[in-house]
């Protein structure tokens, strides 16, 4: 599948386009259909590198991830295991899969034969880094769900448009994000932390809305805390947006900046490598085959809008398409993978903690590539480490978060997942190969 497009433009309409396409091609190649008459948001991460006209070098675009996926968990399947992803929005499912397909590039590199990363470099911290020429950037088809979609939502909802319309309902200067909103409420709060999903009939999780991560990853980079032992922090330098109206545009883009970075403000004293970073935000006129807009007219944003469609008019209730999926390129293991309720398509719950049931992308493999990739610091003792002793072992990582999340941070709102959950044995879920039956089985361990 190739995830690689020469390009020979500097027009940065064409630059993005052409990266759009090159995803949609591979989504496409995938084959993968939501649900009869479902819907879905595509995300992707990519790498580019501006073509160099005086050096008469033309520039590239390289697809490492993309996902699809509308759904999270709600906060009582959160379990201690670790191999269930809680959160399956389309552009945290990219990410992790951004994520794996760095640490498979390392991988390679330190393979021992002769393969040169034409994308990462040694840094001196001895972890890894972009090339100097490269950047990092993503793609949704929408926007993306929280902060950065209220008003793009409430154009849609005469009701809510209306409040919003009243300019002294919409707090421009100062904003509040040490309180937490639940999904749409109170949409008029713009800049406002706000947790998935948007409607209050549904249970509540713990999962942040995509406006919110992505702010942050402006600020402690995609690789998160684990990614953060192997990599120098990982900004976006773009994000590329999909689906939206021109008439609407302006507002977006007020919106998008607000979200991702404006709400942030300055934070003093962040570790070496670690600043704020201020993504450009670009929208694209190519359309995604399995949006909503693409077969509705109403402009969506990355969360569960069903209210959006529970009208009178029958022929706009469409249903939400269940299963996510997310590939990453040039993986050995598997290019993708579909995932339903957290685990892989096909598995029993009782099976999941097999090795092979569980997702590429879920907290326990990544930890358990990772210890691979860094085996000599890992094994010097017999103690294997918990996830969250892992975590802590990101101390500049660790120190930026508490900047950001914690009491006198700018996003002190942060809803924080139960600790317990963190405590898993990052090789304690390894099934005993005597004991393992051949084939899925009533007495399989789990
Ligand atoms: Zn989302």
């Given at each position: 599948m190739?995830?690689?497009?020469p390009l020979?433009?500097?027009?940065?309409?064409?630059?993005?386009k052409?990266?759009?396409?090159?995803?949609q091609?591979i989504?496409?190649?995938?084959?993968?259909k939501?649900?009869a008459?479902?819907?879905?948001?595509?995300?992707?991460?990519f790498l580019?590198?501006?073509?160099?006209?005086?050096?008469?070098?033309?520039?590239e675009?390289?697809v490492i991830?993309?996902?699809?996926g509308?759904?999270?968990l709600k906060?009582?399947?959160?379990?201690?295991?670790?191999?269930l992803?809680?959160?399956?929005?389309?552009?945290?499912?990219?990410?992790?899969?951004?994520?794996?397909?760095?640490f498979e590039?390392?991988?390679r590199?330190?393979?021992?034969?002769?393969?040169k990363?034409?994308?990462?470099?040694?840094?001196?911290?001895?972890?890894?880094?972009?090339?100097?020429?490269?950047?990092?950037?993503?793609?949704?088809?929408?926007?993306p769900?929280?902060?950065a979609s209220m008003?793009?939502?409430?154009?849609?909802?005469?009701?809510?448009?209306?409040?919003?319309?009243?300019?002294?309902?919409?707090?421009?200067t100062?904003?509040?994000?040490?309180?937490?909103?639940?999904?749409?409420d109170?949409?008029?709060?713009?800049g406002?932390?706000?947790?998935k999903p948007?409607?209050?009939?549904?249970?509540?999780?713990?999962?942040?809305?995509?406006s919110d991560?992505?702010?942050?990853?402006n600020?402690?980079?995609?690789?998160?805390?684990?990614g953060?032992?192997?990599?120098?922090p990982?900004?976006?330098?773009t994000?590329?947006?999909g689906?939206?109206p021109?008439?609407?545009?302006?507002?977006?883009?007020?919106?998008?900046?607000?979200?991702?970075?404006?709400?942030?403000?300055?934070?003093?004293?962040l570790?070496?490598?670690?600043?704020?970073?201020?993504?450009?935000?670009?929208?694209t006129?190519?359309?995604?085959?399995?949006?909503?807009s693409?077969?509705?007219?109403?402009?969506?944003?990355?969360?569960?809008?069903?209210?959006?469609?529970?009208?009178?008019d029958?022929?706009?209730?469409?249903k939400?398409?269940?299963?996510?999926?997310?590939w990453?390129?040039?993986s050995?293991?598997?290019?993708?993978?579909?995932?339903i309720?957290?685990?892989?398509?096909?598995?029993?719950?009782?099976?999941?903690?097999?090795?092979?049931?569980r997702?590429?992308?879920?907290?326990?493999?990544?930890?358990?590539?990772?210890?691979?990739?860094?085996?000599?610091?890992?094994?010097?003792?017999?103690?294997q480490?918990?996830?969250?002793?892992?975590?802590?072992?990101?101390?500049?990582?660790?120190?930026?978060?508490?900047s950001?999340?914690?009491p006198?941070?700018?996003?002190?709102?942060?809803?924080l997942?139960?600790?317990?959950?963190?405590?898993f044995?990052i090789l304690?879920?390894?099934?005993?190969?005597?004991?393992?039956?051949?084939?899925?089985?009533?007495?399989?361990?789990?």
């Open positions: 190739p995830s690689i497009t020979t433009t500097v027009d940065e309409n064409g630059f993005f052409t990266a759009v396409k090159t995803i091609n989504y496409q190649e995938l084959g993968y939501p649900q008459e479902g819907w879905t948001i595509l995300a992707s991460f580019s590198r501006q073509p160099n006209i005086d050096a008469g070098t033309s520039g675009v390289k991830s993309l996902a699809t509308t759904k999270c906060a009582s399947r959160n379990i201690q295991g670790g191999e992803i809680h959160d399956s929005h389309a552009e945290v499912l990219a990410r992790r899969s951004a994520l794996r397909w760095f590039e390392i991988q590199v330190q393979s021992g034969k002769e393969f990363s034409a994308w990462i470099d040694e840094s001196e911290d001895q972890k890894f880094k972009l090339h100097e020429d490269v950047e990092l950037n993503l793609y949704v088809s929408t926007v769900c929280g902060d008003r793009l939502i409430a154009s849609t909802q005469e009701e809510q448009m209306a409040t919003l319309k009243n300019a002294s309902a919409i707090p421009t100062e904003i509040d994000t040490n309180e937490t909103s639940r999904g749409r109170n949409y008029a709060r713009l406002a932390l706000r947790t948007g409607r209050a009939d549904s249970p509540p999780t713990f999962c942040m809305s995509c991560k992505i702010a942050r990853w600020v402690l980079g995609i690789q998160g805390a684990i953060s032992l192997l990599l120098d990982l900004y976006l330098s994000v590329v947006v689906e939206v021109e008439d609407l545009r302006e507002t977006v883009k007020e919106d998008c900046e607000r979200a991702f970075r404006k709400r942030i403000g300055d934070i003093e004293g570790p070496k490598g670690y600043s704020v970073h201020h993504p450009k935000v670009v929208f006129d190519v359309s995604f085959k399995h949006s909503r693409a077969s509705e007219s109403t402009p969506n944003a990355c969360n569960e809008g069903k209210h959006l469609v529970q009208r009178t029958n022929t706009l209730l469409r939400l398409s269940n299963p996510a999926i997310f990453l390129s040039e050995e293991v598997a290019s993708h993978q579909v995932v309720n957290g685990l892989k398509r096909g598995v029993a719950p009782k099976h999941r903690f097999r090795d092979k049931s997702p590429l992308i879920c907290r326990l493999s990544m930890a358990q590539l990772l210890i691979q990739l860094k085996k000599p610091e890992f094994t010097k003792g017999v103690h480490p918990t996830y969250q002793e892992l975590k802590d072992l990101a101390k500049d990582y660790q120190t930026a978060r508490m950001l999340l914690g006198n941070g700018p996003f002190a709102g942060w809803v997942s139960n600790a317990e959950w963190q405590t044995a304690g879920y390894q099934p005993n190969k005597d004991e393992e039956p051949e084939a899925p089985a009533e007495t399989a361990q789990n």
